[in-house]
């Protein structure tokens, strides 16, 4: 397909190529054989394997914190913060400024327990006497301050962000004043479990075809996701179009999938059975993009200058939409489902009410796709002027955030759930550029798919969005690992230009491709090819 435009870290120490390791009778190779125990002796309290600990602790002849860190921390968890105060003073390695952060922090608790006790006198003296001469945040005090004239205790707690004596505010302030106080002194909370989860978190991201609900993570081995739960095989391949296949959307339910084609038809497709649910016909010319109401009620197909309201389901025309004086590229809906945003190429982006009515309209650059968050706080559009533009959406009003310029015709967008991160499509050089628009940095590329006359576009694919996948004109379908940028797949099957690939929000992974071979093909597990396509169900 063819859009019209009418207008022309530094590496470890080593020796001998390997890392150097300490064979001292106190090192486990890098790991100091006290700090072990202690962390051992941590987890078993925290398990509540006391006895167990306490035995550990004898035949080790360590001990998990000295006795002044043991008292500190119960002075904190009882409100003695007077001995608190006096123990703190006495750990070593804490920085001077350190040491008044700490103490504001302790103060600042001492204060919020006196105004929960309705001791306001009391409180205000510490606030003047105890606080502020601290020196510490302003900004802060006067918060505190403020405190002071809240109508009741739940006020105050509502305001202060905080949940009273009684609830774990006093855990947290040990945890706040981790920040401050030496690891090797006072260890952090569940510090060993924090490593492990650590070490998961290191092995996840160095697992290429990752799958948070199939992932299986166990302390006996290290973590790799089977290759075979990837959806690489086709399953079914759909055929009803008599031309060209330019755009698929599944709906958010995942039960169904539209395809828009040149041959002027939609198809909605029944994900259970393969068949086609309805046809819809009628259109001048062929269509281009389609996309699904977010409860799955309506459906819009932009068909040349104009966008077409259906009810997809039972195949009935409910409105048709005419402002446009140039090329429909693209529409997305806001979640009221009562509102959408439609882009062309005359340089317009119109708000729609579904009764007809335009509730605003803005000028841009002549676009070519647009995606909009779940929320509808973020629009992100790409132009033919080679830019992202990046907006925010205040009820009905765009507020312009930025552009990022690319170097090159940008073919197809897509955005992260979040609406941090956007997948373009650029044509010169043939690659996907993934863009932080926080930063507005080029954070990956993906290369490999071909890509040089034609609207090719991609999508962010799996659980965690971890995948890219691209159609291309060699009549292939790329997949990588959006983090290592490494090409995973090259999936092979059809015989024109695949232009769309459209992954299935819900249910076990899979996805559809729309191809110049006039089909669909739906792809999944090798095992449900195996088992036929009759046990795929959405």
């Known amino acids: 397909m ?6 022309t870290a530094p590496a470890a120490s080593q020796s001998n190529g390997k890392a150097s390791v300490d064979n001292s009778p106190d090192m486990l190779g890098h790991v100091k ?9 941590q987890s078993l309290n925290d398990l509540g394997y006391r006895d167990a600990a306490g035995t550990l602790q004898k035949d080790s002849g360590i001990a998990l914190e000295s006795d002044t860190v043991s008292r500190f921390r119960q ?7 007077r001995l608190a105060e006096s123990l703190l003073a006495t750990l070593p390695g804490i920085q001077t ?64 962000q905080w949940d009273g004596a009684e609830g774990t505010s006093r855990q947290q302030l040990l945890v706040d004043l981790q920040n401050y106080i030496p690891p090797s002194i006072m260890i952090p909370n569940e510090r060993l479990l924090t490593l492990i989860n650590q070490a998961y978190e290191w092995q ?13 993570f166990s302390l006996f081995a290290d973590h790799v996701c089977d290759k075979s739960r990837f959806p690489s095989s086709t399953v079914r391949v759909l055929e009803g179009h008599t031309d060209e296949v330019w755009h698929l959307s599944f709906s ?16 909605v497709w029944d994900m259970n059975t393969f068949d086609q649910k309805q046809v819809l016909t009628g259109q001048d010319e062929g269509a281009s993009y389609c996309a699904w109401s977010p409860d799955d009620s309506k459906l819009l197909v932009c068909v040349d200058t104009s966008l077409v309201l259906w009810d997809p389901l039972n195949g009935t025309l409910l409105r048709t939409y005419n402002e446009h004086k140039d090329q429909v590229t693209s529409c997305v809906w806001l979640p009221d489902g009562e509102h959408f945003i439609s882009g062309a190429c005359d340089t317009s982006l119109f708000l729609w009410n579904i009764d007809g009515r335009i509730q605003n309209r803005w000028p841009t650059n002549r676009t070519v796709d647009m995606k909009i968050t779940p929320d509808g ?42 609406g941090r991160y956007a997948l373009t499509n650029v044509q010169d050089s043939q690659e996907l550029h993934l863009w932080d628009l926080e930063e507005h940095q080029l954070v990956r590329k993906y290369s490999g798919q071909k890509q040089k006359s034609f609207v090719i576009r991609s999508t962010l694919g799996g659980d965690d969005e971890s995948f890219v996948l691209s159609g291309s004109e060699d009549n292939c379908l790329y997949v990588w690992s959006r983090e290592h940028q490494t090409l995973l797949e090259v999936l092979e099957g059809h ?44």
């Open 2 to 7: 063819q859009i019209k435009d009418n207008h």
């Open 204 to 216: 996840r991201r160095g697992c290429l075809y990752h799958s948070s609900s199939t992932a299986d």
């Open 495 to 538: 015989t024109g230009t695949v232009n769309c690939v459209s992954w299935c929000p819900v249910g076990s992974p899979r996805f559809a491709s729309a191809s110049d071979d006039k089909t669909i093909r739906i792809w999944g597990q090798p095992c449900e090819a195996e088992n036929g396509p009759d046990k795929i169900i959405v």
């Open 377 to 418: 706080r973020r629009l992100v559009t790409i132009s033919f002027d080679k830019c992202i533009g990046i907006y925010d959406l205040d009820g009905f009003k765009l507020i312009d955030i930025g552009k990022i310029a690319e170097h090159e015709m940008i073919t197809s967008l897509s955005i992260t759930r979040d």
């Open 33 to 41: 054989k006290e700090e072990l125990v202690r962390l051992i002796l």
């Open 97 to 160: 400024n350190d040491l008044l952060q700490a103490q504001f922090l302790i103060r600042q608790q001492k204060f919020l327990e006196l105004l929960e006790a309705q001791k306001t006198m009391k409180a205000l003296h510490v606030l003047r006497n105890e606080l502020t001469p601290l020196g510490q945040s302003v900004e802060r005090l006067h918060q505190l301050s403020s405190l002071i004239f809240c109508s009741s205790v739940e006020d105050i707690k509502a305001q202060a």
């Open 252 to 267: 958010n339910s995942g039960r169904y999938l539209t395809s828009v084609s040149k041959d002027k038809t939609c198809i």
């Open 75 to 81: 002075g904190i968890l009882s409100g003695d913060w």
